[in-house]
């Protein structure tokens, strides 16, 4: 038996995800995705429904697993449902990023970018953040670090190491084994500490190098109908399986947070853990990606605004446990209750994702900032060899 500390007083990680905002620029924002509401690229390429399929069904996932925490210490369903999602949510969002990352490099409009569509945001939310919880949780005497990434602000600090870190990994032979080498290291690495959540920026880190190493045909694959069958009892076997772990294993695990010193195991856990989960996470993905739809949805377009959904969401997953929601209204933990929070979340974050919430909060997330950098030569270079329109 696997036991760690008490489950209740974990901090919950997440999501999720910074991985393609919306914006009119070309791609390279965050995840390199295409801008929202233009279906093109700064290439003139049409967007691929198939990701923003993925990253909208992602952060539901990411909501969801929010909502049923306070209720894993009375339902070993919702542990095990959150034991599952949890799985392969965040390595879904961290490959999909790692994709999109192919083509950066350090040339100037790139790293402005990376400056103003994840450090920049990652500040904001952290002072917001920060203000939040002296507020709703009645604790004025809690201090802002930058160092110290709170609730879900670790996401970006992550992307943007794992960003910057892209021109390595595009020139080592080998460099899957290598991030995997590294995961393994800062499972049994007690000393790297919590400044900019190091742990999880090198315990992730194997899932965007996996990403960076993917091509478009290894998403085709994904298309076989067979996966798709297979995927059924596959993820039925998680579930089965995670049901028998609820009571036996902490789902700390899941959050790649801490060494297994900080978690009270065994040294030798922490190379066995680390691959056993990256293989499952990485099975429950193409599982997961497998039922992405190709086709654009009535929700492709929101797939655009999932940082929104995940940064503002958060807002309300914390607020929950502060104004102790979970505790006044027993009702929540009964069937019907579960069902309603579950609901609840995919709704909120729905309305989270859509253009009115990306146009009101864009200044925050995507400021273009032009004030801040000097002028490129190459840049206008670039423009001026450019052929005119018409």
């Known amino acids: 038996m696997i036991t760690l500390r008490p489950h209740g007083n974990q901090r919950s990680p997440l999501p999720s995800a910074r991985d393609s905002p919306p914006s009119d620029r070309p791609p390279?924002?965050?995840?390199?995705?295409?801008?929202?509401?233009?279906?093109?690229?700064?290439?003139?390429?049409?967007?691929?429904?198939f990701f923003d399929n993925a990253k909208y069904l992602a952060i539901v996932l990411v909501a969801m697993g929010h909502s049923w925490e306070p209720l894993t210490d009375h339902s070993r369903t919702a542990e095990a449902?959150?034991?599952?999602?949890?799985?392969?949510?965040?390595?879904?969002?961290?490959?999909?990023?790692?994709?999109?990352?192919?083509?950066?490099?350090?040339?100037?409009?790139?790293?402005?970018?990376?400056?103003?569509?994840?450090?920049?945001?990652?500040?904001?939310?952290?002072?917001?953040?920060?203000?939040?919880?002296?507020?709703?949780?009645?604790?004025p005497t809690y201090e802002f670090s930058l160092l110290d990434p709170w609730y879900l602000t670790w996401f970006l600090v992550a992307l943007f190491v794992w960003r910057l870190t892209t021109p390595i990994w595009k020139l080592v032979r080998w460099p899957v084994p290598l991030a995997l080498v590294i995961s393994v290291l800062a499972s049994v690495s007690p000393d790297i500490g919590d400044d900019l959540?190091?742990?999880?920026?090198?315990?992730?880190?194997?899932?965007?190098?996996?990403?960076?190493?993917?091509?478009?045909?290894?998403?085709?694959?994904?298309?076989?109908?067979?996966?798709?069958?297979?995927?059924?009892?596959?993820?039925?076997?998680?579930?089965?399986?995670?049901?028998?772990?609820?009571?036996?294993?902490?789902?700390?695990?899941?959050?790649?947070?801490?060494?297994?010193?900080?978690?009270?195991?065994?040294?030798?856990?922490?190379?066995?853990?680390?691959?056993?989960?990256?293989?499952?996470?990485?099975?429950?993905?193409?599982?997961?990606l497998s039922w992405v739809p190709r086709r654009a949805m009535w929700f492709t377009a929101l797939g655009a605004g999932t940082l929104y959904g995940y940064l503002l969401h958060g807002f309300l997953a914390k607020g929950s446990r502060f104004?102790?929601?979970?505790?006044?209204?027993?009702?929540?933990?009964?069937?019907?209750?579960?069902?309603?929070?579950?609901?609840?979340?995919?709704?909120?974050?729905?309305?989270?994702?859509?253009?009115?919430?990306?146009r009101m909060f864009r200044w925050a997330m995507e400021p273009r900032m032009a004030w801040a950098f000097r002028g490129d030569p190459a840049e206008r270079k670039r423009r001026q060899a450019a052929p005119k329109p018409g």
Request: proline share 8%.
């Open 323 to 358: 104004w102790g929601w979970f505790d006044t209204y027993s009702w929540l933990h009964t069937p019907l209750g579960e069902i309603a929070v579950t609901v609840i979340a995919a709704v909120v974050v729905t309305v989270l994702c859509t253009p009115p919430v990306q």
């Open 197 to 288: 959540d190091l742990q999880r920026v090198l315990q992730f880190l194997p899932f965007f190098v996996l990403g960076l190493s993917m091509k478009p045909e290894h998403f085709q694959r994904l298309r076989r109908r067979e996966l798709r069958v297979l995927s059924v009892p596959v993820f039925a076997g998680a579930l089965a399986f995670a049901y028998w772990a609820a009571p036996r294993m902490n789902s700390a695990w899941f959050y790649h947070r801490d060494s297994v010193q900080e978690l009270g195991a065994p040294p030798w856990t922490g190379p066995v853990m680390t691959l056993a989960l990256f293989g499952c996470s990485a099975l429950l993905v193409a599982c997961f």
């Open 81 to 139: 449902l959150y034991m599952t999602v949890y799985c392969f949510h965040m390595p879904a969002f961290i490959l999909i990023s790692g994709y999109f990352s192919r083509g950066f490099d350090m040339r100037p409009d790139r790293l402005r970018r990376l400056i103003t569509g994840v450090a920049v945001p990652y500040v904001v939310f952290e002072v917001a953040y920060t203000l939040f919880k002296r507020w709703a949780d009645d604790d």
């Open 28 to 49: 390279a924002t965050a995840s390199g995705s295409a801008p929202s509401g233009t279906g093109r690229t700064g290439q003139d390429k049409p967007r691929d429904p």
